[in-house]
């Protein structure tokens, strides 16, 4: 059974923060400092040709320059809301090799939502008007081991830890029948679970929103179906 608060993020996400008047109304919105996609088609294009480029080991490192950094000081524009792990192994900007004010990025352990995160996704979607949000899984994840474990044993889980648990715990148990590896097939399915999650509230409706899987071995990302 889904834990009350996931639940209740399914259902509700930031309803509350929508209602409200966004404090920027009214506000010239910062323009961008390149050529940055308006559409969630090329945003998609561009991160996936980033991270071929990281994967092959020829990344570019865009928009490091002093230049971009002193246009970047009156405002910011960013193409893509990437929802991340906290996993070291897995940095947004790194892994679609993009630069400076390139990508709006929230990471928690296993992708996990909460009222903090969901709010800082509706920031990218409504005030800066980015067209796509990415949710990205990636195998070997630290927080799809631990909820695993607890699934196995039901033992107590300490601390905040408990949250992180709570919320990926019923992807777990879904997938635990599924023949081979229990863990990526847990991992793909609390990813689409968070994409799904989130294209479902109407805050982030003006957006496109998807769901992928990094490689750690090869450096690659996939789109989840």
Known sequence: MASPRRTFLAATAVGALAAAPPPTAGVPRPRPVTDRP??????????????????????????ESAGVRRTLAA???????????VDSRVPP??????????????????????????????????????PLVLVLGHERCGAIAA???????????????????????????????????W???????????????????PAFAPAQVDAARFDLDTGLVSLLP
């Open 38 to 63: 308006v559409t969630a088609r090329a945003a998609l294009d561009r991160l996936l040709a980033g991270n071929r480029r990281f994967a092959s080991g020829r990344p570019r490192h865009p928009h």
């Open 75 to 85: 405002g910011q524009h960013p193409f893509a809301v990437v929802v991340g792990c």
């Open 93 to 130: 900007e790194l892994v679609f090799d993009q630069g400076l004010g390139d990508l709006l990025c929230t990471r928690t352990a296993g992708e996990v939502l909460d009222e903090a995160v969901l709010g800082s996704i509706q920031y990218g979607v409504e005030e800066l008007r980015i």
């Open 147 to 181: 909820t695993l474990g607890h699934v196995r044993s039901g033992a107590h889980v300490p601390g905040h830890l408990e949250l992180l648990v709570a919320e990926i715990a019923p992807a777990a148990r879904r997938t635990r029948a599924v023949p081979g590896d």
């Open 183 to 201: 863990a990526e097939h847990a991992m793909r399915a609390h990813a689409a679970w968070v994409r799904d999650a989130i294209r479902a509230d």
